[in-house]
């Protein structure tokens, strides 16, 4: 072995590093040095390190198992400072110079960590323990169990500082989407891309390649590496393709719509300013191929979890990608002719094969053949029974087919268990892998609309297979999408065979886990004898399972000890694999920074501010502003002279009354909706009619949510036989869009109906007042007509203004004035307003603001926010002769409940004071006259007030016990906050123009 620069296990140039330059590191505190493409975990072993963590539950040494994402071990912090960050995979981690690495979950040192002597109680420590421990006495809860228990859990730290890093979320669109860049993957992108379908090629790791890189083989006579680097070359100069390298695939979710995340600088020490450290994707892709590949399993022995017991796959991949041998003298345990391959690679590079076990009876040809030219013993029929040696493997116990047993010297236990294809994004929209005996694995089943598993993914472990496979995807996916693809020509690959036999334990039998611990789930300390008792108690289904031993719970979700677990579990119960079942794999594949999850989203950016279309020209006219849920909106509008905000609103409302103002309503919800079955979904999730509503009108609606509360209102207008506009409250308009999806995708998804939200897409203006048609008929292009016989109130209508731009007008009025909404799109908002204020001049326009906007509504007793709060029904809004009966409707059964049309319930009421200069303050409580302010004696509560220049006097609405009953009744009106009390009289809650003849015009 030739040691560079103290990298004693150096063997070789590896395909993935770049040995001309030298990388400077530390960990734990001591420096190091590596190659850029080396991985903290290859430097790290290049360097002769084989302690890289603790268990989580025993604090056990743990060394290096794989050599990629599914690492359950090495576990590790990276970075210091505000950077810090905990619970990384030494495996991924890209070295870069003056990286900063420690170890975590230990103390005072890895190599002592005095919680080790948990070992010492494992008896107690099992399966389940801390259901049945801590119980008693129930006074050491507080004082010392809890104490105790916070200071060990967890395992990394987290930065005390706030992450000074910037993240960002974009979104892709593609023909055809393959994830992953093996063999199966290259050849499927290339046959898409030269069909000239749009590609993106997503690859987790660094490098192309898979285990092109990782494996000793060739393709056309050229190293397979090289084939695969040729392969990146021709893909990155195809016009409509992207490679995009250290991206992750990890969820598959509706529409063909995948989640992504691409570790942009992750692999540098701070990103270059501007520079997102990483960027989620949200990528839509008509077809996917997911090649995926397939993540090797361990075989549970006793003392399997020793630093040294590695994957033999990883062993491979740490020899040929970065040119380390991880162990002198080795051990190889197989059950399959892959396993093999790894002595012939140790061998290669000068390491010693001191053994090879097969499992299989009676071993397989191949294997004895590997041995002889290793010149290693062979056990065939053999076992890895034990593992010595407690901070590294020092010997290994094999027993042999006659049952007797020999210890074998070592540093490094090379185990393959069998490969499990990588189906995780197959089964996100709910279906379970089928158990396949010959490949003994579980295979994708039903898949996700457009997608196809090509090569290890789908069960394909055949090199020259496996292009093929990728391939013949590739070809489909692009004639699915319209492109004529022909056959690509693929490299000749040297045939691999796999031929393997089950196994999943070396245990002589189950019982024999007592005497050393057998471990299935490396990260949280799960062994074969945590899983018979698990069993035993009683816990024999597999999501049981799972939970009660927190098995496949840890970072790695199980990637290595799932299948080994089910084996398990299937024999203690004597049950086949496939009667045992798989548990259900969701979203994330892998963890996925909380950063990266919020993107942009944070500091002020948490909750942006929206600014409506008019902000600008508003911000020219002195507003006074108001922060409406997210949106920054004109609250009023002072003039000179004015000597205080109450002043200017009731000029506003003034002017509203007796000649035209404009206030822009851009902010209310508005969702586009159409479909053939479109009336029919409105008659479902509004209380009223919506069946007979002809097209150019426009509707009064009200949603309740399934327990029969009010939820929102608004109204929709028909603009087409199967188009609708529907406006929902600004503050619901998010929640009322996520209601009519759930409705759509999960109570009716028969219906054939489709929505989008449009709030941002137009600029909508309310136009009120008794000139409002005046200034309107100044803007609409001829011939379309105003007058109340050609556009009567709640009229709809697509049109043109101002010369061509296009609008809809909307005849409506949350003023009780005669009043129309415009809506152009929202780039001619500003505009507009503008040319209001110039058309308007003569009949005395004005804008007005958020508070009179409210002074407006209350005076003439229209609910909003404050009444719409959750608490409240149809009835109590004095509604209930909306809700019809001839109909099904979300809430329709919940909202007939006895308890919700009580006439005693607190019932919509206007509240004006004795004395109109006593003030009204919201949330004030009703007492009858002379009552003390107790609970017993509250009747109801003042959701809204305002004073009305109109009625002359604060008025206000409220919710009073049998309100409609006690018109004309004087009440007492108590603020307990104020301590005040004023005398005030029950109303209709309509002030002004009762009969609602202004807004006919």
Sequence with gaps: MNAAFGQAFRVKSGNGIDVSRTLHFSFDGKDYTGYPGDTLASALLANGVRLFGRSFKYHRPRGLLSAGPEEPNALVELRDGARQEPNTRATVAELFDGLIAASQNRWPSLSFDALGMNGMFSSVLGAGFYYKTFMWPASFWEKVYEPIIRKAAGLGRAADEGDPDLYEKATAFCDVLVVGSGPSGLAAALAAGRAGARVILCEQDSLVGGRLRDEHMTLDGKPAWQWAEQARRELEAMPDMRVMTRTCVFGTYDGGTYGAVERVADHVAVPRAGQPRQRMWRIVARECVMAAGAIERPVVFPNNDRPGVMLAGAVRTYINRFGVAPGRRAVIYTCNDDGLRTALDLHRVGVTVAAIVDSRPGGASIAAEVAAKCGARFFPSGAIVDCYGRT?????????????????????????????????????????????????????????????AAGAAAGVFDTAEGLHDGAVAGQRAAVTCGFEATPSTLPDAEPTSYAIRPLFHALKDLAASKKAKAFVDFQNDVTAKDVGLAAREGFVSVEHLKRYTTLGMATDQGKTSNVNALALLAEITERSIPQTGTTLIRPPTQPVAIGALAGAHRGRHFKPTRLPPTHRWTEEQGAVFTANGLWLRAQWFPRAGEKDWLETVSREVRTVREAVGFCDVTTLGKIDIQGSDAAEFLNRVYVNAWLKLPVGRVRYGLMLREDGFAYDDGTTARLGENHYVMTTTTANAGGVMAHLEFCHQWLWPELDVQFISVTDEWAQLAVAGPKSRDVLAKIVDAPFDLSNEAFPYMAAAELTVCGGVKARLFRLSFSGEMAYELAVPAR??????????????????????????????????????????????????????????????????????????DPQRPTLVGIRPVNPLDTLVAGSHFLPQGAAPTAESDQGWLSSVAWSPCVGSWIGLGFLADGPARQGEIISVHNPLAGTVIAARVVEPVFVDPKGERLHG
């Excluded at 929209?429 to 997608?451: E, I, K, N, V, Y």
């Design 392 to 452: 590294g493997v020092k010997a290994v116990l094999v027993r042999d087919a006659a049952g007797k047993t020999k210890s074998v010297p070592c540093d490094l236990v090379a185990m393959s268990g069998g490969w499990s294809p990588n189906v995780a994004l197959t089964t996100h929209q709910g279906a379970r892998p089928t158990w396949h005996d010959d490949l003994c694995a579980f295979l994708p089943s039903t898949l996700p609309p457009g997608m196809v």
């Design 828 to 901: 001619y908002g500003d505009a507009l307003a503008r040319r209001l204020m110039e058309v308007g001049a003569p009949f005395g326009i004005a804008p007005y603001g958020t508070e009179a906007l409210g002074v407006l509504r209350i005076e003439k007793g229209h609910p909003a926010g404050p009444e719409l709060n959750g608490q409240t029904t149809a009835h109590d809004l004095g509604m209930g002769r909306l809700l019809s009966t001839k109909k099904d409707f979300i809430g329709s059964r919940m909202a007939r409940r006895s308890a919700l049309t």
